[in-house]
């Protein structure tokens, strides 16, 4: 539905002199001429201060984007987002072409350059020449083999002899069998294809290759990734139902002593699992305070924690915490939870974990029925008790969730709706068993070094979510659902659809601008406030981009606005999703048995015949399929696109 979008006011950047202050002026009024970016550039700027270099950047962005932009008569410049087209078909042109600019502009850098031809440049292996392009299915010959089979009668077996499908977890050193490339390499030649940048992920990431074993050198059909989950996802977290507010209303309309012991558990649980020796030793912390909370030691924490915060940004040392420390290796997280940075984040942490215990004691100590319906129509103890769902909920988002970042077929299965199949395999037994493999015995950097040792949390996948590319609709998620009963389970597993993303963040913004707001911020007079270390807070880089558009005077809240909703799914695997990840029941009930050892193959035929079998009787499909030629003249839909590089580089 298109709506009216308002004007946004951008005042001339804080701190320029006149002179920059009329460059500005002249860039804005150039931008208002050409609708291009490509006039601003970076060699114009090569000793623009921080300040102008930035915010020309930015506007250069923003109508690179399709936002208008305009000069009033009292010469203040004002930008407009885009309308939001009223035509599903529209809206989709109207967001690839947005994606496209920043993916584009990634496949121009020299470095992709050199991976992508390297990728592509044959080389002999086994008495065989071949490179990425033998991993790509000729659309012709399987063409041709659809038609033998759509000439007779269709039977699964028939159509397993033409695409049969396997997953293989990418291990990045490991090699493909079958062309010697390293299967990390595979996967992120195909990423590449995709119609939006490739971003790497911090934290947990599993890739997978689903591969076609019916043609030679097995093909690739698709790639998946699962990811460390976004903390804060709201159509997500309501769905769920651990949100605190929401939480907390269902506790006040059943309260019981079981959720009461709950309660008091999770706060000695989070007291358990902060380091105190240090903080024992310098008087700020003594086992008594956890019966008689007292204010001034809760001030005294919270003091500790500024100063701690403050040295940790003066003093700190990167190096320091991109050593790896190995999970068992207890003196290394001792040393870490005493860092500036740990320190700071303990002191905090049981500062809020004494207010916590202070709001309660009055009503559970002993935990009851009574006593929790009471503590829920005290604002301070209903408070408390939220801060309790919120910390249950941080030791489970990045452990017991994961996020599909990336999902899809590659031509020429993505016209025979390979995409769902890809995304069916993404949530299959086989992929669960193997990343609790994986982290299994992993310990929690955060965790570890709040508690200056080794923690290993549960490790069992429960929750996967993803999102649309466009906020019209997703034909690869959309009714996407299997039964469990097919491996012995009950229910079924099914993508469904919980709302619309919020669409913030930094992906209308190129590389060179983020570089340019992130130099403002750093060289800002109040120092280096993010220094994109793991445990600092969540998205650095979205924090200093947000500090460098509020040095600029100008609202972060809004221009970090993409306009670019995203449909939000999520894929429960339990029937006790709620209680197991807040922990009031111990163990996952899920609706299929996870040491099933048939569920690629079983999923696979669900696939076969519900959606492949329909698709191969269109002619208009398989007209489609036989467009990706690997013979020359090549012509292939899964090969990385060329682009010119005449974007916009750092100098």
Partial sequence: MTTTVAWISLPIPKGLSRADARKFMMVAKGLMSTKRHAGVKSDQNLHAPPALEAAVSVLADLVDQGWGIRIDAAQMVSVRPPKEAADPAREKARVRKQELLKRDEQLSTPSVQRFVAEME???????????????????????????????????????????????????????????????????????HTWSNQYTSTPGRTMLLLIRDRAAPYHPVVGIAALGSSIVQIKERDDWIGWQSSQFTEVLAENPTTRLARWVNNRLDRALDDLYLDDLIEDGLYWPSLWTHPAEEAIERLRKESSTRRDDHRRFVQRREFKRHIEPTDAEAWRERAESDLFRSKRCLALAELLRCRAALLPYLSPPTRAGLAMALTDPE????????????????????????????????????????????????????????????????????????????????????????????????????????????????????????????????????????????????????????????????????????????????EVLLQHGRQRIVYGVSLVSNLLPYLLGTEAEPNYLYRRNVKDDVTKITDWWLQRWLTPRVRSTEVLDAVAEHRTARPFRHGARVPIVKTNFRTES
């Fill in 121 to 191: 440049r044959p080389r002999e292996f086994r008495g065989r020449f071949v490179s990425i392009f033998s991993l790509m299915r000729d659309g012709e010959e399987l063409r041709k083999a659809l038609d033998r089979l759509r000439a007779g009668e269709e039977t699964e077996g028939g159509l397993r002899e033409v695409i049969d499908p396997y997953v293989q977890i990418v291990d990045p050193t490991e090699r493909c069998t079958h062309t010697g490339l390293r299967l990390g390499d595979i996967w992120r030649y195909f990423r």
């Fill in 381 to 556: 103890a209903r408070r408390a008790v939220g801060d309790v769902v919120r910390r249950a909920k941080a030791e489970t988002v990045g452990t017991e969730i994961a996020d599909l970042t990336v999902c899809g077929a590659i031509a020429p299965y993505n016209a025979l709706l390979g995409g769902k199949l890809v995304a069916a395999l993404a949530v299959s037994p086989t992929v669960i068993r193997s990343y609790h493999e994986r982290y299994r015995g992993y310990a929690s950097v955060i965790a570890s070094s709040m508690a200056g040792q080794p923690v290993l949390r549960r490790n069992n996948l429960v929750f996967i979510g993803t999102t649309s590319l466009y906020g019209s609709g997703s034909s690869q998620y959309n009714r996407l659902h299997f039964p469990a009963e097919t491996f012995g389970g009950h229910g079924r597993i099914e993508f469904r659809a919980l709302g619309h993303s919020r669409s913030f963040g930094t992906s209308h913004l190129s590389s060179v601008t983020v570089s340019a707001l992130v130099r403002l911020s750093e060289q800002s007079r109040n120092g280096v406030r993010v220094n994109s270390i793991f445990g600092e807070g969540v998205n650095p880089k979205l924090r200093k981009v947000r500090d460098g558009l509020d040095l600029l005077g100008w609202p972060s």
